[in-house]
């Protein structure tokens, strides 16, 4: 089932078993959707991987929303984000641990064959294609500055 129709069934779960929290994140994500398949210039389609973009685009836009009521002490804002978060992550595809993005940003290092800092760029335009949606892209970049500098 595409993630369109399946975020669809959920809103409907979700209204029977009342969880407006849910219910409320459900229906922005279905908003996204359907702004992305009638966006001027679209086929009228959403893919999943499009789908997915979008996903993660809220998701972490929610997570830097709740850091920031958290630093201005707003908890309960913040919770309420980060519950929203959590709606948004069910539709993800798992993340890659913290060994396994090392060891693929040390491969495709050794792919590019990149050897300084100064070459982050390049590796970076690779890594970024690759472990799109395996892995948040502050991390990646992240993992790429520290193994480049320890070369």
């Known amino acids: 089932m595409a993630l369109f129709e399946q975020v669809s069934e959920d809103i409907k779960k979700a209204m029977l078993s009342r ?4 219910l409320n994140a459900l229906r922005g994500v279905k908003k996204e959707f359907l702004e992305a398949k009638t966006a001027k210039g679209g086929t009228g389609e959403l893919t999943d991987e499009a789908a997915i973009k979008i996903l993660q685009k809220m998701a972490k836009q929610g997570k830097d929303a709740a850091a920031i009521f958290k630093e201005q002490n707003r908890a309960d804002l913040a919770e309420e984000y980060l519950a929203q978060v959590a709606v948004y992550e069910r539709y993800l595809p798992a993340q890659m641990s913290d060994e396994e993005l090392e060891k693929a940003v040390r491969a495709i290092i050794e792919q590019v064959g990149a050897s300084s800092p100064q070459e982050m760029g ?6 970024s294609k690759q472990l799109a949606g395996k892995a948040d892209g502050r991390a990646i970049s992240e993992k790429v500055k520290k193994i480049l500098t320890s070369l």
């Not at 969880?19 to 849910?22: A, G, H, I, K, R």
């Not at 390049?122 to 890594?127: R, S, Y």
């Open 19 to 22: 969880n407006q929290m849910e």
């Open 122 to 127: 390049k590796v970076m335009g690779v890594a």
